[in-house]
């Protein structure tokens, strides 16, 4: 079969971006890219450089609007199922589950499917938009991400997908996936370097303030531990724990409390929490950990005492562990800005 979009590729002056805005909630999952590419398209011209980028944000409805949750109606000049060209790079941003609009979407992922390595080069998501690609089976044995909240659920719709849930963004051929909100904006400036090169992607990435290659990775943002029910045994152990992290723990002393033997308190931690309860105490620990690295100003030392980390060579292995930074790395960029921007 002739590769279309290889065969013509030659006689296309600007690389054609299309974004679906599949999504009234998170605006910046399509505004963000759509800015990266656009900044861009401006950066290379004024470097004399006439390729660049001709971006196309569209609707994929046949009314050509969607309603945000803002009260904002945004109308779009043309939908996806309008676009009957050779795509460069096509990203589906987001995705709302909770909309009841299916059938409206039905000619979009329709449209949607058709898409290949012979009419379009590169195909993306944004945020949940990974699930719009997964529907119409673009994802079928490939790498993936979604947003830290919906990682499991993708997991769990479609097990033929190896998701990755710690990564800003994937790569797995010719489709590409970010994380959620802002990442695609990782995305976009990763796309940019694809095409132009380093220089051309830190010249976006500084006139949009933001990293070129942003430090750590998505599993900082998500919770170690689940909102448990009232009863599971996850949320009978979270409250106990809350009071005793201080504390020397073994699960003999919890398994006492909860009058259970050992061997049956594992069994049902394991069962109702999917992890063994030293690995259940170890991720409340850092729970713990980071929200007094958020709130707070103690120092390292007396945190790593309140949560029963040990010493400060331990906390910084378990956090190494668990979210992939150190512990003075996570103050920095997440301690809350109430008192950082405070004059008073």
């Known amino acids: 079969m002739v590769n279309e979009y290889s065969s013509a590729n030659h006689t296309r002056t600007k690389k054609k971006v299309v974004i679906v805005a599949l999504t009234g909630q998170m605006l910046i999952d399509f505004a963000g890219p759509s800015d990266v590419f656009t900044n861009a398209d401006k950066y290379l011209l004024e470097l004399g450089n006439k390729e660049g980028y001709d971006i196309s944000v569209v609707a994929p409805t046949r009314d050509r609007k969607i309603r945000t949750t803002t009260g904002m109606e945004i109308h779009f000049q043309t939908c996806a199922m309008d676009i009957d060209t050779l795509i460069d790079t096509l990203i589906v941003a987001g995705e709302d589950h909770l909309e009841p609009i299916a059938s409206d979407l039905e000619p979009f992922y329709q449209w949607l499917a058709g898409k290949n390595e012979h009419n379009t080069r590169r195909i993306a998501s944004v945020c949940i938009g990974a699930f719009a690609l997964a529907k119409v089976g673009l994802l079928d044995g490939r790498k ?52 132009f090169g380093r220089d051309v992607a830190n010249r976006v990435a500084r006139q949009l303030v933001f990293y070129l290659n942003r430090p750590g990775s998505q599993v900082q943002f998500g919770n170690l531990l689940p909102a448990y029910e009232v009863s599971n045994i996850g949320k009978k152990l979270q409250d106990w724990l809350e009071e005793h992290l201080h504390e ?10 909860f009058n259970m033997s050992v061997r049956n308190l594992t069994r049902v931690v394991q069962k109702q929490t999917g992890m063994p309860p030293a690995k259940f105490i ?60 405070n004059p008073y």
Request: aromatic letters at 8%.
């Open 248 to 257: 020397p723990i073994d699960v003999s002393r919890i398994a006492d409390h």
């Open 282 to 341: 170890e991720k409340m620990r850092v729970e713990k950990a980071r929200k007094y690295l958020e709130d707070t100003d103690i120092s390292l030392e007396r945190i790593a005492e309140h949560c029963g980390l040990g010493s400060l060579v331990s906390m910084r292995r378990m956090f190494l562990r668990h979210l992939m930074t150190t512990p003075s790395d996570y103050r920095r960029v997440f301690r809350t800005s109430l008192n950082r921007y």
């Open 144 to 195: 993936a991400t979604t947003h830290w909240s919906m990682r499991d659920q993708l997991k769990k719709e479609y097990p033929q997908i190896q998701v990755d849930p710690d990564a800003f963004f994937t790569r797995d051929r010719n489709v590409y996936c970010s994380a959620g909100v802002s990442s695609g904006i990782d995305l976009a400036l990763s796309l940019v370097e694809e095409d």
